[in-house]
Every structure is written in structure tokens, then in C-alpha cells.
């Protein structure tokens, strides 16, 4: 993330293809169901939480796409509306693009981590960046000679720094020590602006971890927090300040950030993401918004309901958005639109309305992805009034089709 004044409207870092699937909206036919049966968890690994000794080794056919799919899929494919050969997609010109509101400068050479999760911390100037521990290596070493012993046998140790903080003024580095992995985990800030990190890979999934601001504060890691493994899931503050933890992998429920240092026993069961799980998943890290009603919208694949986290119960289902899966790996984006207080009564009713863009409508995008051949992602948003008795979903296009990518609001008109 970047400081306030460097706002950005849309981080639409994403390409134009996409990997995923749902029914084509063209009414083209899907594969047949037998595809599905033969393949199996999409990475190599040994569980469903994965080995990254197997990860690692890089297998060129990683992704789980099985051998049997010949060129009859592929001529179905090509006869499939959208569809773009990885050549045919290079050969596309650049969109043409006029009055540039800005320039990138390189701010810094070396960001000591990979920054697979950042954040711009309040009041101290610096940006959190922290990545997965399973790679061993970084570009920034443990202060002091410290390192964390990976295997007790073999005395195997890792003493490269995965965490840091750095100072948006100066680029100053502050490593951090990271014990448990935090690939795709979930997180977000207190209202005191102290963070709150939950699950992630292997040993990391039932891990909150808390981090303080201060000159000397280092991450503190409770791995066994979660009663269920979460990876690919999505935290959100509740109005009460507790913090909710929804889905993952294989993970069907939600469960309530605990005391720092208890445990919890055992998560919700939510029927809702085993209902929106389908062969490629599209249900991981959903969007959750805390609604001024204090429920909680929660959207996965191409469905959404509200929530109540005092009875943990689902009060209301929307109508299903059109189109195609949005969550990941189809990988939409959302946000809770600006919301307007029009009356000072504290229980006035304020509108809320959610916007999700893009994603993926074919069902056997990511299986595809893996032979270099691709669909065009979806182009279309929809908009929905989650505080309204019975809405319905409003379509509107992007200027092009996005999957991957992000959207931030912004603080004022460009």
C-alpha cells in the first residue's frame, strides 16, 4: 500500500485472461463431468494443507492438469466463444492511454521481503510487508545472528527475515521474525492500529499472530488459535471490535478471533461455503464486509448472503450474481462502496451497497490456464444494495476484463 497521497483508483493489476470456471454466458457447452473426476488437488501435495518440499520442486505439470486431456478438449475449446492461444493474446496491441496523472519512481532496490501482504501502519509512517516462510530466503537477515531452527535432527536453520517494516520516508528496513508460515493468510488492523494476522500454510494455519507498534514490538504467534486450519480465508472486524475469520481451504466454517493466548474449540459449520464449493473451489478468500446493520456480508463464487455474528445464523440471501465465479483463483475484486449518514439518529438506517468486479465464467478456465491457452476474463461488475429489503443486482462494464486484481477507494475524485 502507498501513503494517502498516492491514492489509487483502481489497482487493476491484474491480466485480462482468466482461470477459472461457471457456465459460459454464451451458452457454450462445459466439459464433461468425468474431466472433474480425474483431477484431483490441483498442487502436488501430500495433504490438503500441502508440502512445500513437493512445492518446491517445481513439477512441470503442477497444477494438477491431468495427462488424459487430449486435443478434443482443446478443439472444444477453440470453438468456445473468447477463448485466446497465448500467442494470440501477445499479439494483442496496447491499449492506448492519454493524460498520465502520475509517474512510478524507484523508491528502493531492495524491499528486503517479497511482499505478498502489505500495509500502510497508522501513526508510525512505515509499511508492513511480509511473505511466506516456506522459500527459507529473503534479501534481509535476522538482526543480531538469529535464526530459527527448521529441523532439531539435521540442525537445519533459517535465519533470513520475512516480515519487515519499512519507513515510507526514508526506505529504512525493520526485519521482523516470523516463526509460522503465512502464505495466503488473512489479517487486518485493530482500531488501535496494532494488527491481527490468522492462518496461512502447513504449521501457519491455525496461527493468530499479533504485531504492536512500537520501536522494539516483533510479532507474537499463537499456532495453535484457530480451531480450524485456515488458508485462503478472509478476517473482518465486527462492530462489537471482535474479528471474524470465514472459509479457506477445505475449511466450511467461521469462528471468532480468540483472547490473545486461549483457543477456541471448535469453528461454525457454514453450510453456505460447502454449498458455493465447486471442482476448482471459487469460494477462497471471500469478500466480507461488515454491514451498517452490524451483520455481515459475505459473498463466495457467485453467491452472498448476510450473516449475524451474535446468533450465527444466515438472516438473508441475495439473488445470485450472473455471469460467472468471483472468488479465488477466479479472483474478482469488491469493495463496500462510500456510505452516506444522511440523518444523526443513531438508528438511522444508512445504505450500504457493494461493488464486485470481474473474474471468470468458464468452467474449465483453470484447467486450460495450464496449456497456455486462456478465456477472456469477465468485464462486467455488479452492484447490490445489501441494506435494502429485496434487491437485486445492477450490471455495469469495466473499460476491460480483470481477474487478479484489486480495487481501494479512494479519498476524493481524480
Given at each position: 500500500?502507498?501513503?494517502?497521497?498516492?491514492?489509487?483508483?483502481?489497482?487493476?493489476?491484474?491480466?485480462?485472461?482468466?482461470?477459472?470456471?461457471?457456465?459460459?454466458?454464451?451458452?457454450?457447452?462445459?466439459?464433461?463431468?468425468?474431466?472433474?473426476?480425474?483431477?484431483?488437488?490441483?498442487?502436488k501435495?501430500?495433504?490438503?494443507?500441502?508440502?512445500?518440499?513437493?512445492?518446491?520442486?517445481?513439477?512441470?505439470?503442477?497444477?494438477?492438469?491431468?495427462?488424459?486431456v487430449?486435443?478434443?478438449?482443446?478443439?472444444?475449446v477453440?470453438?468456445?466463444?473468447?477463448?485466446?492461444?497465448?500467442?494470440?493474446?501477445?499479439?494483442?496491441?496496447?491499449?492506448?492511454?492519454?493524460?498520465?496523472?502520475?509517474k512510478?519512481?524507484?523508491?528502493?532496490?531492495?524491499?528486503?521481503?517479497?511482499?505478498?501482504?502489505?500495509?500502510?501502519?497508522?501513526?508510525?509512517?512505515?509499511?508492513l510487508?511480509?511473505?511466506?516462510?516456506?522459500?527459507?530466503?529473503?534479501?534481509?537477515?535476522?538482526?543480531?545472528?538469529?535464526?530459527?531452527?527448521?529441523?532439531?535432527?539435521?540442525?537445519?536453520?533459517?535465519?533470513?527475515?520475512?516480515?519487515?517494516?519499512?519507513?515510507?520516508?526514508?526506505?529504512?528496513?525493520?526485519?521482523?521474525?516470523?516463526?509460522?508460515?503465512?502464505?495466503?493468510s488473512?489479517?487486518?488492523?485493530?482500531?488501535?492500529?496494532?494488527?491481527?494476522?490468522?492462518?496461512?500454510?502447513?504449521?501457519?494455519?491455525?496461527?493468530?499472530?499479533?504485531?504492536?507498534?512500537?520501536?522494539?514490538c516483533?510479532?507474537?504467534?499463537?499456532?495453535?488459535?484457530?480451531?480450524?486450519?485456515r488458508?485462503?480465508?478472509?478476517?473482518?472486524?465486527?462492530?462489537?471490535?471482535?474479528?471474524?475469520?470465514?472459509?479457506?481451504?477445505?475449511?466450511?466454517?467461521?469462528?471468532?478471533?480468540?483472547?490473545?493466548?486461549?483457543?477456541?474449540?471448535?469453528?461454525?459449520?457454514?453450510?453456505?461455503?460447502?454449498?458455493?464449493?465447486?471442482?476448482?473451489?471459487?469460494?477462497?478468500?471471500p469478500?466480507v464486509?461488515?454491514?451498517?446493520?452490524?451483520?455481515?456480508f459475505?459473498?463466495?463464487?457467485?453467491?452472498s448472503v448476510?450473516?449475524?455474528?451474535?446468533?450465527?445464523?444466515?438472516?438473508?440471501e441475495?439473488?445470485?450474481?450472473?455471469?460467472g465465479?468471483?472468488?479465488?483463483?477466479?479472483?474478482?475484486?469488491?469493495?463496500?462502496?462510500?456510505?452516506?449518514?444522511?440523518?444523526?439518529?443513531?438508528?438511522?438506517?444508512?445504505?450500504?451497497?457493494?461493488?464486485?468486479?470481474?473474474?471468470?465464467?468458464?468452467?474449465?478456465?483453470?484447467?486450460?490456464?495450464?496449456?497456455?491457452?486462456?478465456?477472456?476474463?469477465?468485464?462486467?461488475?455488479g452492484?447490490?444494495?445489501?441494506?435494502?429489503?429485496?434487491?437485486?443486482?445492477?450490471?455495469?462494464?469495466?473499460?476491460?476484463?480483470?481477474?487478479?486484481?484489486?480495487?481501494?477507494?479512494?479519498?476524493?475524485?481524480?
Amino acid at each position: 500500500m502507498k501513503p494517502p497521497s498516492l491514492c489509487l483508483l483502481l489497482l487493476l493489476l491484474a491480466t485480462a485472461v482468466s482461470s477459472q470456471p461457471a457456465p459460459s454466458p454464451d451458452g457454450s457447452a462445459d466439459p464433461p463431468a468425468s474431466l472433474f473426476e480425474e483431477l484431483g488437488p490441483k498442487e502436488k501435495f501430500g495433504d490438503t494443507f500441502g508440502n512445500p518440499d513437493d512445492f518446491k520442486k517445481q513439477l512441470p505439470n503442477d497444477i494438477g492438469t491431468p495427462e488424459f486431456v487430449s486435443s478434443d478438449l482443446s478443439d472444444f475449446v477453440e470453438k468456445s466463444t473468447g477463448t485466446l492461444h497465448k500467442e494470440e493474446e501477445e499479439a494483442r496491441p496496447p491499449l492506448p492511454v492519454d493524460e498520465w496523472k502520475g509517474k512510478w519512481e524507484l523508491f528502493t532496490d531492495n524491499s528486503g521481503v517479497s511482499a505478498m501482504h502489505m500495509i500502510l501502519i497508522p501513526n508510525v509512517d512505515k509499511v508492513l510487508m511480509y511473505d511466506a516462510t516456506i522459500w527459507r530466503i529473503s534479501k534481509i537477515l535476522l538482526p543480531n545472528g538469529q535464526c530459527r531452527i527448521l529441523n532439531e535432527a539435521t540442525g537445519e536453520k533459517d535465519c533470513w527475515a520475512h516480515s519487515v517494516l519499512m519507513d515510507i520516508n526514508t526506505a529504512k528496513l525493520f526485519p521482523l521474525e516470523l516463526k509460522t508460515d503465512t502464505w495466503c493468510s488473512s489479517g487486518g488492523l485493530l482500531v488501535d492500529g496494532n494488527l491481527i494476522s490468522t492462518g496461512g500454510f502447513q504449521g501457519g494455519a491455525n496461527t493468530v499472530r499479533y504485531l504492536d507498534m512500537c520501536p522494539t514490538c516483533n510479532w507474537r504467534e499463537y499456532p495453535s488459535a484457530l480451531s480450524a486450519p485456515r488458508w485462503y480465508s478472509t478476517q473482518a472486524q465486527l462492530a462489537d471490535g471482535r474479528m471474524i475469520v470465514i472459509g479457506g481451504r477445505a475449511a466450511p466454517s467461521f469462528e471468532y478471533i480468540p483472547q490473545e493466548g486461549k483457543s477456541n474449540a471448535k469453528p461454525f459449520f457454514f453450510d453456505f461455503l460447502k454449498q458455493t464449493t465447486d471442482p476448482d473451489e471459487n469460494n477462497l478468500y471471500p469478500f466480507v464486509f461488515l454491514s451498517p446493520d452490524k451483520n455481515v456480508f459475505v459473498f463466495a463464487n457467485n453467491r452472498s448472503v448476510l450473516l449475524n455474528p451474535d446468533t450465527n445464523t444466515v438472516v438473508k440471501e441475495f439473488p445470485v450474481l450472473p455471469g460467472g465465479h468471483r472468488n479465488y483463483p477466479a479472483s474478482g475484486m469488491a469493495v463496500l462502496l462510500p456510505l452516506e449518514v444522511k440523518s444523526p439518529e443513531p438508528n438511522a438506517v444508512v445504505d450500504a451497497e457493494v461493488l464486485v468486479c470481474g473474474g471468470s465464467a468458464h468452467i474449465d478456465s483453470y484447467t486450460l490456464a495450464s496449456k497456455d491457452m486462456f478465456y477472456e476474463a469477465l468485464q462486467d461488475c455488479g452492484r447490490l444494495q445489501i441494506t435494502k429489503p429485496r434487491p437485486n443486482w445492477r450490471r455495469e462494464l469495466m473499460p476491460t476484463a480483470r481477474i487478479m486484481g484489486d480495487m481501494v477507494i479512494i479519498s476524493h475524485k481524480l
